[in-house]
T-cell receptor, first 115, second 109 residues
Framework: EAGVAQSPRYKIIEKRQSVAFWCNPI?????LYWYQQILGQGPKLLIQ????????DSQLPKDRFSAERLKGVDSTLKIQPAKLEDSAVYLC?????????????FGPGTRLLVL | AQRVTQPEKLLSVFKGAPVELKCNYS??????LFWYVQYSRQRLQLLLR??SRESIKGFTADLNKGETSFHLKKPFAQEEDSAMYYC???????????FGTGTKLQVIP
Protein backbone atom coordinates (compact mmCIF):
# COMPACT_ATOMS: atom_id res chain seq x y z
CA GLU A 1 0.00 0.00 0.00
CA ALA A 2 1.13 3.58 -0.58
CA GLY A 3 2.51 5.29 2.46
CA VAL A 4 1.82 8.69 3.99
CA ALA A 5 2.81 11.43 1.58
CA GLN A 6 4.06 14.88 2.56
CA SER A 7 5.12 17.95 0.63
CA PRO A 8 7.27 19.88 0.35
CA ARG A 9 10.21 17.87 1.66
CA TYR A 10 12.26 20.96 2.44
CA LYS A 11 11.41 24.60 2.98
CA ILE A 12 13.52 27.61 3.83
CA ILE A 13 11.80 30.85 4.79
CA GLU A 14 12.58 34.03 6.65
CA LYS A 15 11.06 34.79 10.02
CA ARG A 16 7.64 36.41 9.91
CA GLN A 17 6.85 34.70 6.61
CA SER A 18 4.09 32.14 6.21
CA VAL A 19 4.44 28.50 5.26
CA ALA A 20 2.09 25.59 4.65
CA PHE A 21 2.66 21.85 4.67
CA TRP A 22 0.49 19.21 3.07
CA CYS A 23 -0.17 15.62 4.09
CA ASN A 24 -1.99 12.79 2.36
CA PRO A 25 -2.61 9.87 4.72
CA ILE A 26 -2.89 6.20 3.88
CA UNK A 27 -6.21 5.51 2.20
CA UNK A 28 -8.88 4.59 4.72
CA UNK A 29 -7.03 5.90 7.74
CA UNK A 30 -9.41 7.89 9.91
CA UNK A 31 -6.83 9.35 12.27
CA LEU A 32 -4.22 11.87 11.20
CA TYR A 33 -1.46 13.39 13.32
CA TRP A 34 0.93 16.30 12.94
CA TYR A 35 4.14 16.19 14.94
CA GLN A 36 6.94 18.71 15.38
CA GLN A 37 10.43 17.29 15.82
CA ILE A 38 13.09 19.79 16.87
CA LEU A 39 16.69 18.70 16.40
CA GLY A 40 17.79 16.43 19.23
CA GLN A 41 14.28 15.84 20.51
CA GLY A 42 11.57 13.28 19.96
CA PRO A 43 8.43 14.04 17.97
CA LYS A 44 5.89 16.20 19.79
CA LEU A 45 2.22 15.95 18.87
CA LEU A 46 0.79 19.22 17.59
CA ILE A 47 -2.67 18.11 16.55
CA GLN A 48 -4.65 14.91 16.09
CA UNK A 49 -7.67 14.56 13.82
CA UNK A 50 -10.30 11.85 13.85
CA UNK A 51 -11.82 12.10 10.37
CA UNK A 52 -12.22 15.88 10.03
CA UNK A 53 -12.68 16.60 13.74
CA UNK A 54 -9.94 17.68 16.15
CA UNK A 55 -9.26 15.19 18.95
CA UNK A 56 -6.26 16.88 20.58
CA ASP A 57 -4.63 20.22 19.82
CA SER A 58 -3.43 20.98 23.33
CA GLN A 59 0.18 21.46 22.21
CA LEU A 60 -0.55 23.49 19.08
CA PRO A 61 0.58 27.14 19.38
CA LYS A 62 -2.72 28.47 18.17
CA ASP A 63 -1.55 32.08 17.86
CA ARG A 64 0.55 31.12 14.85
CA PHE A 65 -0.20 27.51 13.90
CA SER A 66 -3.37 26.27 12.26
CA ALA A 67 -4.37 22.96 10.72
CA GLU A 68 -7.33 21.61 8.87
CA ARG A 69 -8.44 18.33 7.44
CA LEU A 70 -11.15 19.01 4.95
CA LYS A 71 -13.33 16.04 3.96
CA GLY A 72 -11.46 13.87 6.43
CA VAL A 73 -8.63 12.98 4.05
CA ASP A 74 -5.79 15.38 3.22
CA SER A 75 -4.54 17.87 5.77
CA THR A 76 -2.61 21.12 5.77
CA LEU A 77 -0.60 22.65 8.58
CA LYS A 78 0.14 26.37 8.41
CA ILE A 79 2.49 28.62 10.32
CA GLN A 80 1.88 32.35 10.17
CA PRO A 81 4.08 34.17 11.03
CA ALA A 82 7.05 31.85 11.44
CA LYS A 83 9.63 32.28 14.19
CA LEU A 84 13.21 31.06 14.36
CA GLU A 85 12.22 28.43 16.93
CA ASP A 86 9.82 26.85 14.44
CA SER A 87 12.79 25.34 12.61
CA ALA A 88 12.11 21.61 12.84
CA VAL A 89 10.96 18.56 10.95
CA TYR A 90 7.18 18.38 10.67
CA LEU A 91 5.94 14.82 10.56
CA CYS A 92 2.54 13.64 9.47
CA UNK A 93 1.26 10.23 10.53
CA UNK A 94 -1.94 8.30 10.09
CA UNK A 95 -3.64 5.27 11.59
CA UNK A 96 -6.82 3.33 10.97
CA UNK A 97 -8.19 4.53 14.28
CA UNK A 98 -6.78 5.77 17.55
CA UNK A 99 -7.80 2.99 19.84
CA UNK A 100 -5.64 0.64 21.87
CA UNK A 101 -3.17 -1.22 19.67
CA UNK A 102 -3.43 1.02 16.62
CA UNK A 103 -0.21 1.55 14.67
CA UNK A 104 0.80 4.98 13.42
CA UNK A 105 2.45 5.19 10.00
CA PHE A 106 4.72 8.16 9.44
CA GLY A 107 5.45 10.21 6.38
CA PRO A 108 8.95 11.32 5.34
CA GLY A 109 8.56 14.70 7.02
CA THR A 110 9.04 18.30 5.91
CA ARG A 111 12.26 19.94 7.07
CA LEU A 112 11.66 23.63 7.79
CA LEU A 113 14.43 26.15 8.30
CA VAL A 114 13.47 29.63 9.46
CA LEU A 115 16.17 32.25 8.95
CA ALA B 1 1.98 14.84 32.77
CA GLN B 2 3.46 11.62 31.47
CA ARG B 3 7.13 11.62 30.58
CA VAL B 4 9.45 9.25 28.75
CA THR B 5 13.16 9.32 29.56
CA GLN B 6 15.90 7.87 27.42
CA PRO B 7 19.10 8.64 29.34
CA GLU B 8 21.57 7.88 26.56
CA LYS B 9 21.82 10.08 23.48
CA LEU B 10 24.37 7.76 21.90
CA LEU B 11 25.14 4.12 22.50
CA SER B 12 28.09 2.54 20.71
CA VAL B 13 28.57 -1.21 20.75
CA PHE B 14 30.66 -3.65 18.77
CA LYS B 15 29.05 -6.04 16.34
CA GLY B 16 28.06 -9.19 18.16
CA ALA B 17 27.87 -7.50 21.56
CA PRO B 18 24.62 -7.30 23.53
CA VAL B 19 22.53 -4.17 23.27
CA GLU B 20 20.30 -2.54 25.86
CA LEU B 21 18.58 0.75 25.13
CA LYS B 22 17.09 2.19 28.29
CA CYS B 23 13.65 3.72 28.63
CA ASN B 24 11.93 4.87 31.80
CA TYR B 25 8.52 6.46 32.05
CA SER B 26 6.59 8.41 34.62
CA UNK B 27 3.02 7.22 34.94
CA UNK B 28 1.38 5.20 37.66
CA UNK B 29 -1.26 3.51 35.56
CA UNK B 30 -1.11 0.95 32.78
CA UNK B 31 0.26 2.66 29.70
CA UNK B 32 0.83 1.32 26.24
CA LEU B 33 4.57 1.31 25.47
CA PHE B 34 6.28 1.31 22.10
CA TRP B 35 9.69 1.35 20.51
CA TYR B 36 10.02 3.21 17.22
CA VAL B 37 13.08 3.13 14.97
CA GLN B 38 14.38 5.43 12.26
CA TYR B 39 17.08 4.07 9.98
CA SER B 40 19.21 6.49 8.00
CA ARG B 41 17.16 8.24 5.31
CA GLN B 42 14.04 6.25 6.19
CA ARG B 43 10.78 7.04 7.90
CA LEU B 44 10.05 6.64 11.55
CA GLN B 45 8.43 3.23 12.01
CA LEU B 46 7.10 1.06 14.75
CA LEU B 47 9.54 -1.60 15.93
CA LEU B 48 7.53 -3.25 18.65
CA ARG B 49 4.92 -2.67 21.32
CA UNK B 50 4.66 -4.21 24.76
CA UNK B 51 1.23 -5.75 24.28
CA SER B 52 2.53 -7.92 21.43
CA ARG B 53 5.27 -9.49 23.55
CA GLU B 54 7.06 -10.45 20.35
CA SER B 55 10.63 -10.34 19.08
CA ILE B 56 11.21 -8.13 16.04
CA LYS B 57 14.58 -8.28 14.25
CA GLY B 58 15.93 -10.00 17.36
CA PHE B 59 14.83 -7.17 19.66
CA THR B 60 12.67 -7.68 22.72
CA ALA B 61 11.35 -5.32 25.36
CA ASP B 62 9.72 -6.16 28.65
CA LEU B 63 7.48 -3.79 30.51
CA ASN B 64 8.52 -3.56 34.17
CA LYS B 65 5.77 -1.71 35.99
CA GLY B 66 7.64 -1.80 39.30
CA GLU B 67 10.62 0.02 37.84
CA THR B 68 8.49 1.89 35.23
CA SER B 69 10.90 0.78 32.54
CA PHE B 70 10.65 -0.62 29.04
CA HIS B 71 14.23 -1.34 28.00
CA LEU B 72 14.96 -2.61 24.49
CA LYS B 73 17.36 -5.54 24.28
CA LYS B 74 19.13 -7.62 21.67
CA PRO B 75 21.64 -10.32 22.50
CA PHE B 76 23.92 -9.81 19.48
CA ALA B 77 24.11 -6.45 17.71
CA GLN B 78 24.32 -6.31 13.92
CA GLU B 79 25.58 -3.44 11.77
CA GLU B 80 22.11 -2.96 10.28
CA ASP B 81 20.77 -2.18 13.75
CA SER B 82 22.48 1.22 13.62
CA ALA B 83 19.64 3.76 13.82
CA MET B 84 17.77 6.19 16.06
CA TYR B 85 15.50 4.49 18.56
CA TYR B 86 12.61 6.23 20.28
CA CYS B 87 10.66 4.95 23.23
CA UNK B 88 7.04 6.12 23.34
CA UNK B 89 4.08 5.92 25.67
CA UNK B 90 0.35 6.21 25.33
CA UNK B 91 -1.90 6.35 28.35
CA UNK B 92 -4.68 4.45 26.64
CA UNK B 93 -6.78 4.29 23.55
CA UNK B 94 -7.57 7.66 21.96
CA UNK B 95 -4.76 9.33 23.93
CA UNK B 96 -1.75 11.04 22.39
CA UNK B 97 1.61 9.31 22.09
CA UNK B 98 4.51 10.87 24.01
CA PHE B 99 7.99 10.22 22.66
CA GLY B 100 11.35 10.17 24.41
CA THR B 101 14.31 12.13 23.07
CA GLY B 102 15.78 9.11 21.34
CA THR B 103 19.00 7.11 21.49
CA LYS B 104 21.31 6.74 18.54
CA LEU B 105 22.64 3.21 18.35
CA GLN B 106 25.94 2.85 16.57
CA VAL B 107 27.14 -0.67 15.88
CA ILE B 108 30.86 -0.75 15.24
CA PRO B 109 32.02 -3.40 12.75
Amino acid sequence: EAGVAQSPRYKIIEKRQSVAFWCNPISGHATLYWYQQILGQGPKLLIQFQNNGVVDDSQLPKDRFSAERLKGVDSTLKIQPAKLEDSAVYLCASSLGSGFGETQYFGPGTRLLVL
Amino acid sequence: AQRVTQPEKLLSVFKGAPVELKCNYSYSGSPELFWYVQYSRQRLQLLLRHISRESIKGFTADLNKGETSFHLKKPFAQEEDSAMYYCALRLGGYQKVTFGTGTKLQVIP
